[in-house]
């Protein structure tokens, strides 16, 4: 708004500027054409005529000019009363702001003030509320460290436990692995000594009983017969003896072997490449000595009589050395049970024959 009136104002400047140059214009004209009058006095009258209306008109343009002015003065006061209006409601809008801005300026100190005094209280609560909480992590880390230092030993010593135990687990392996590889030795031994004693005992049993066959192919008196009988019945005891002194003796052999290797066994430094060995070896001798048992089995079962003893012999003596030493008193007994029960089925059949035909005599 008050450039609009400084604009006003300019503009009244420049009208008021261009009816001044007017006016002397005309005046200039007037005063022009008074000398022409005077110059040209001797000039015609219509010419006089037409000087005095254009005189006329410039008087009264003269006065629409200054009647212009007037308007344009009394313009120029009343915008010039209204700027000022304008200029003092700025002056006073200017000290009303100026006493606002001082005054919200005192509120701001103020409040910074404030804000830095419960600044200094909050940072000071908050210093002795981080000093507390840090007290109280120092203390949680020193507990937890000491509890991760009580762990850490006693994973080490559950470690150390852990290595002693597969230590002692491998070695006892080993221990079993030879222990198993000596008694498929002593069986494979075994066997061959029990084959032998088959191969002697169906030999005199043949001899026997051509003996018999060619001896007592007549009918025996009584007392002949009886004492065939005991003949018989002595022949199958001494077998039987021999069957279970042999079978007694290996048993006892086993016991005392396992025995002395549950003793403890010498250190031995375990590794990765050692426990790859030790189990190929053992599943290495462990497919030989099945079969050589198969192959033994099979030289034993050629003889149709002599087939349950030989199987009987073989679970007897492929038990593991474990139950052996914890069961040797009842695998005993068994074996006693099992072997009377086939023994019959051993007899030579010419005993048997001889046998019969008594007690049809009698």
């Known amino acids: 708004y008050l450039e609009r009136l400084a604009f006003e104002v300019r503009y009244c400047d420049m009208q008021n500027v261009n009816l001044s140059k007017c006016s002397t214009n005309v005046e200039n004209k007037v005063s022009y054409a008074e000398s022409d009058i005077v110059d040209h006095e001797i000039v015609t009258s219509p010419h ?98 000491q509890e991760n230092k009580q762990l850490r030993l006693e994973l080490l010593d559950k470690n150390k436990v852990t290595y002693n135990l597969c230590v002692k687990f491998l070695r006892m392996k080993h221990a079993k692995d030879t222990l198993r590889y000596k008694l498929d030795q002593l069986l494979h031994e075994h066997l061959l000594v029990m084959a032998e004693m088959m191969e002697k005992l169906d030999e005199a049993r043949k001899e026997f009983n051509l003996i018999v066959s060619e001896k007592f192919q007549e009918p025996l008196p009584l007392n002949k017969a009886k004492f065939l009988q005991v003949v018989q019945r002595n022949n199958r005891l001494t077998y039987e003896n021999a069957t279970l002194k042999v079978q007694v003796h290996q048993l006892t052999q086993n016991i005392d072997k396992l025995k002395s290797h549950m003793q403890r066994p010498k250190k031995i430094n375990v590794g990765a490449n050692i ?29 149709t009589d002599r087939i349950e003893d030989a199987e009987m012999i073989s679970q007897v003596n492929s038990e593991s050395a474990d139950d052996c030493v914890l069961n040797h008193a009842k695998d005993v007994k068994r074996d006693f049970k099992g072997f009377h029960v086939k023994c019959p089925q051993s007899v030579p059949s010419g005993i048997v024959q001889t046998s019969i035909i008594s007690r049809q005599n009698r």
């Open 48 to 145: 006089v005529s037409k000087l005095n209306e254009i005189i006329a008109n410039l008087k009264d343009t003269i006065w629409i000019k200054d009647v212009q002015l007037e308007n344009l003065h009394r313009e120029k006061s009343r915008l010039l009363a209204e700027l000022k209006k304008q200029q003092r409601c700025n002056r006073n809008l200017k000290q009303q702001l100026d006493g606002e801005r001082i005054f919200y300026q005192r509120e701001k100190d103020y409040f910074v003030e404030e804000m830095q005094r419960y600044r200094g209280r909050y940072t000071g609560n908050v210093s002795k509320f981080q000093q507390q909480w840090r007290k109280e992590l120092e203390e949680v880390q020193d507990s937890l460290e």
């Open 275 to 303: 426990i790859e060995k030790l189990a190929t070896q053992s599943n290495t001798r462990f497919s030989l000595n099945k079969a050589k048992k198969i192959a033994l089995l099979t030289k034993l079962s050629q003889p």
